[in-house]
Structures are given as C-alpha cells and as structure tokens.
C-alpha cells in the first residue's frame, strides 16, 4: 500500500498493491453476489479490509476498485504526482514529459 494522488478523486489515498488488490477485488465479487438490503452491508468486507490495512475510513467500495498501484503511472519527475496511467507519457498536472528509459 502506497498513498498516492488519485486523479478520480482528486486527492491522495492509500493505493494497494497487486497482492492486497487481489485480496480486496476477491472480496468486492464476493460483495456483488451477496443478497442484502443494504449497499453497506454487501462491501463490508472489502471496506473492513481495506480500512484496516490503510487506516483510512473509506466508505465506497468502487473507489477502492480503482485504487490500485497498477493503474497508475510512476511519480513525475518534475510535480510528484503520478501519471495517470502506466503508459501515460505527459504529466497532466504540471506538462512535463515523462522520461521514459528506452
Ligand atoms: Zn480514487
Ligand atoms: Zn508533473
């Protein structure tokens, strides 16, 4: 887990990792098959997990879907801010054009 800027919610979250991703999309599929009333009680499980690895109080189970460090770039060189998707060669927030290692 890593925070990380995310450009869908225009602020920093905790980003997870292939690993703690696998876990968590696992237990997001899981949340879509079962049959409660309640929204909330579906996705308690990926909420829980992923509260409790980031400390973070996150309340939507799809943001968690797309916070996960594989689909975003590398920090930029000039801003810090990371390139919205792995391929992505200019930086949104501030024009730089990534150096790519060939
Ligand atoms: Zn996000
Ligand atoms: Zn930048």
Redesign the pocket.
């Known amino acids: 887990m890593e925070i990380k800027y995310?450009?869908?919610?225009k602020m920093e979250?905790p980003m997870l990792n292939n690993e703690e991703y696998a876990i968590a999309s696992k237990l997001y599929s899981k949340g879509l098959k079962v049959l409660k009333k309640n929204r909330q009680e579906h996705f308690k499980e990926v909420l829980d997990y992923y509260n409790d690895l980031t400390g973070f109080g996150e309340t939507q189970p799809n943001?968690i879907m797309?916070?996960a460090l594989e689909y975003i770039g590398p920090d930029c060189e000039c801003c810090g801010k990371p390139y919205r998707t792995p391929k992505a060669i200019l930086c949104v927030a501030c024009g730089n054009k990534r150096i790519t290692a060939k």
């Open positions: 995310c450009w869908r919610c979250v943001a797309h916070h």
